[in-house]
């Protein structure tokens, strides 16, 4: 059905599928060893689908780089055409009961297309308004059990689908850090309240004890952020952003790769525990318009 305000068909969420096309199409590449930049350019990228169409851009980039890529992390492509995307199919009852949820609390939005692509070892997951993509080679990488699979995969299912309702914010912020950290953290809250489950429970586990320390460093580079040079903020947002396998001096530890989720998560649940409308602040939360202001009512300040 069209929703009002948008211009495409949200999925039934009582026959929601994963679309999977694109993955297959490179499985069965990857199965026959035709995985140099030409074959995957005329079997992979020419006539691609939904997907793959937004995922190369900024992550598969093109050919050439994905067969790097593929070459470099060979063994967790292996696994994910193995082991995962045979588990597929069995996933589309969990994307219904996610989509059953958000359409009970947000019958206004529209349920966006799932597609199921390999990209370049970058990237688990992004969205557009109309589409979620995942990059299965991240979200099964080798070592990665059925059940751990099946639990991340609800999780994206969730998170993705919420940032296809926000909006796209490409121009200036004048509070970047604060802004990322909602625009990553009310998903991850909104994937805690659909799935019953924490999307990350080791970064919980890291970082809960450390709460008051992580907020004060948090402050501190949000401030940079609007004061430093160039490098300065580039650094500060570093530590908490796109930053998957770095490692940065002065900082604990075991810190976690993009711990700003974590902390926009814990804004956004003060926000919404506080609220006497709860439904009217999820809303709030997912436009996000002034993050300031959300952060002053949530009262959120560790000691």
């Not at 470099?72 to 069995?90: E, I, Q, S, W």
């Amino acid at each position: 059905m069209l929703v009002a305000g948008y211009a495409f068909a949200s999925e039934d969420p009582l026959r929601a599928r994963i679309q999977s096309q694109d993955a297959e199409r490179f499985a069965a590449l990857f199965r026959a060893g035709k995985v140099s930049g030409a074959e995957l350019q005329a079997g992979y990228l020419d006539g691609a689908g939904r997907g793959v169409q937004i995922f190369t851009p900024n992550r598969i980039l093109n050919a050439t780089h994905l067969a790097q890529q593929v070459a470099k992390r060979k063994a967790d492509y292996a696994h994910a055409v193995a082991t995962c995307l045979p588990m597929v199919n069995g996933l589309n009852a969990e994307l219904r009961a996610i989509y059953l949820a958000y359409r009970g609390l947000f019958p206004e939005f529209p349920l966006p297309q799932v597609h199921l692509v390999f990209g370049a070892g970058n990237s688990g997951g992004t969205a557009r308004a109309d589409a979620q993509v995942l990059g299965l080679e991240v979200l099964c990488k080798e070592g990665t059990t059925a059940a751990q699979f099946r639990t991340t995969m609800r999780s994206f299912f969730a998170h993705e689908t919420v940032h296809t309702w926000q909006s796209a914010g490409n121009g200036p912020v004048a509070d970047r850090l604060l802004s990322s950290a909602l625009r990553e953290g009310v998903p991850e809250l909104l994937a805690e309240l659909v799935t019953g489950a924490d999307p990350d429970p080791d970064t919980e586990a890291w970082a809960r004890p450390r709460e008051a320390d992580i907020w004060r460093r948090f402050s501190e580079d949000r401030v940079l952020m609007q004061t430093g040079d160039d490098k300065e903020k580039r650094a500060a947002y570093l530590r908490w952003f796109s930053n998957a396998g770095q490692r940065f001096d002065g900082l604990p530890e075991g810190w976690p790769a993009e711990l700003g989720y974590w902390v926009g998560r814990n804004i956004a649940r003060a926000y919404f525990t506080q609220a006497s409308e709860e439904r009217e602040a999820l809303l709030t939360l997912i436009a996000a318009k002034d993050p300031a202001a959300i952060l002053q009512r949530s009262a959120y300040a560790p000691r």
